[in-house]
Nanobody, 119 residues
Framework: QVQLVESGGGLVQAGDSLRLSCAAS????????VGWFRQTPGKEREFVAR????????NYVDSVKGRFTISRDNAQNTAYLQMDSLKPEDTAVYYC????????????WGQGTQVTVSS
């Protein structure tokens, strides 16, 4: 059974940092690209960042470039999203998802972790 479990969310102040983790079980994460998404009530889920299955290519939504860093530790079967200089508009539920090799869509999703940034 495949599971993705996000952790590391919480309540922080503007300017603080958080590191989200996405721990995978039931699959070998080295074979998957990993994406992070976020969603606020009443809005569509938004792409935040992606790292290729080989780890050499990363992509970010413009609003987080220079502040967020996506990474992976294949030995730990875990991916991360380092979030620095957090802003109130970063408040959302953050989800990780995995996509097998070069597949366009995402095959599995986590349950999400809440990030709240106060001003």
């Amino acid at each position: 059974q495949v599971q993705l479990v996000e952790s590391g969310g919480g309540l922080v102040q503007a300017g603080d940092s958080l590191r989200l983790s996405c721990a995978a079980s039931g699959l070998t994460i080295r074979n998957y690209a990993v994406g992070w998404f976020r969603q606020t009530p009443g809005k569509e889920r938004e792409f935040v960042a992606r790292i290729s299955w080989g780890g050499g290519i990363t992509n970010y939504v413009d609003s987080v470039k220079g502040r967020f860093t996506i990474s992976r530790d294949n030995a730990q079967n875990t991916a991360y999203l380092q979030m620095d200089s957090l802003k109130p508009e970063d408040t959302a539920v953050y989800y990780c998802a995995v996509s097998y090799r070069s597949n366009a869509g995402y095959d599995y999703w986590g349950q999400g972790t809440q990030v709240t940034v106060s001003s």
